[in-house]
Every structure is written in C-alpha cells, then in structure tokens.
T-cell receptor, first 110, second 116 residues
Framework: QTVVTQEPSFSVSPGGTVTLTCGLS?????????PSWYQQTPGQAPRTLIY???SRSSGVPDRFSGSILGNKAALTITGALAEDESDYYC??????????FGGGTKLTVL | QVQVVQSGAEVKKPGASVKVSCKAS????????ITWVRQAPGQGLEWLGW?????????AQNLQGRVSMTTDTSTNTAYMELRSLRSDDTAMYYC???FGWGFDSWGLGTLVTVSS
C-alpha cells in the first residue's frame, strides 16, 4: 500500500515563506507522479492550487508555487497572508490513474 | 462557466447502497473525466476513484467490489454508487473534474450518513 507523506502541521509568520512537502513511501516523487495541491478551510470544499507539479489553477495567486525539491513535491507560499491559514493536501498519481492523497498539513499563520 | 452540482444529503442504514450524482455544466463528460473523493468527519481527504472521458474506471483498492462509477452522457451527469454501506462510510463525498492528472471544479459535497 503506497503512502503519501506530508508534515502534519507547519507554522509561518505573516509575510514569511513556507515550503510544504509531499513524499512517497515507496521512493522519490517525480513529475511523472503529477503532484497536485489543494487548500481546504473547515466546512468548505477543497480548492485547487497546483496541478501537474507547477501549473497554477485559474485564479490562484502567484504567491503559491509548486516544484520538485530533492525527492519530494513541494508547495511554497511566498509572502503568507492570514487568509492562507488552512489545511493543505497533496495528491500523487502512483500507478496508471490511481491517485493517493497525503494526510494533509495544517498551516498556521501567526 | 465550468461547474459541477451534486445531489443532496442522504441517510442510509448499514448494508444499504447510496448513489450520488454530479451534474456537469460548461463542459462535456466526453471530454474530461470525473474523480470522486470523500472526507470522514474530522479526517483528511481520500481518493475513491475516477471515470475517464472514455468511460474507463479505476477505483481505490480498499473500495474494490463495493463502488461503481458511471456517467450518463445524455444528461452530462456522473454517478458514484457505494454498496454494503458501513458506519465508517459516513463522510462528505465530493466530485471534481479531472484536469492534468489533478482535479479542478469541485462540487460542494454530498453528506452521506450511515446509521441504524
């Protein structure tokens, strides 16, 4: 069973930069895993931020960026705002069309 | 604009089945697939499976045999049926359009409660 790993929680100061990561229990993450990232606030449906590693979804501010860092996918928020305080989930394509969500990262902005 | 609208909340008894619908507008289900995701209370997101624009399906391993995903191209509506419901199937169920091996245009969710 493939497990996708994320930091359970992270904290960033307003205006600061934070990088959240997304790893694979079975090895390295590459662009072939098509990493995507989602933001969710309590009681709301998820919002798509990034797809295919580094493509921003329509309307997403450019302070959100995606990349591969070492052997993991990464979501970087540059110039964090209070409104960025949310849960963040990554998804990886693990085989054929099978996708797996990470456990999510709770981001606190303070 | 691209939008998906889901059916309303459901309450089911253990052992029953539920079928959730997801009506797409602004695009055709013969062009983009639909993925299904659920979130149990207080838990993270779980990918359930997807149906491609060509009607191919793939399901999460832990749901194999209990889940079916279909589309009706005449109404541009996708369906997710989950059978032999258990209490741990209680969750908010979301559909979203497939895009770039990710998902966009999420529905607002359908709450499925399984309780005797």
């Amino acid at each position: 069973q493939t497990v996708v790993t994320q930091e359970p929680s992270f904290s960033v100061s307003p205006g600061g930069t934070v990088t959240l990561t997304c790893g694979l229990s079975s090895g390295s993450v590459s662009t072939s895993n098509y990493p995507s990232w989602y933001q969710q606030t309590p009681g709301q449906a998820p919002r798509t931020l990034i797809y295919s590693t580094n493509s921003r979804s329509s309307g997403v501010p450019d302070r959100f960026s995606g990349s591969i860092l070492g052997n993991k996918a990464a979501l970087t928020i540059t110039g964090a705002l209070a409104e960025d305080e949310s849960d963040y989930y990554c998804v990886l394509r693990v085989t054929r069309g099978i996708r797996v969500f990470g456990g999510g990262t709770k981001l606190t902005v303070l | 604009q691209v939008q998906v609208v889901q059916s309303g909340a459901e309450v089911k008894k253990p052992g029953a089945s539920v079928k959730v619908s997801c009506k797409a507008s602004g695009y055709s289900l013969t062009t983009y697939g639909i993925t299904w995701v659920r979130q149990a209370p207080g838990q993270g997101l779980e990918w359930l499976g997807w149906i491609s624009a060509h009607n191919n399906t793939e399901y999460a391993q832990n749901l194999q045999g209990r889940v079916s995903m279909t589309t009706d191209t005449s109404t541009n509506t996708a369906y997710m049926e989950l059978r032999s419901l258990r209490s741990d199937d209680t969750a908010m169920y979301y559909c979203a359009r497939e895009f770039g091996w990710g998902f966009d245009s999420w529905g607002l969710g359908t709450l499925v409660t399984v309780s005797s």
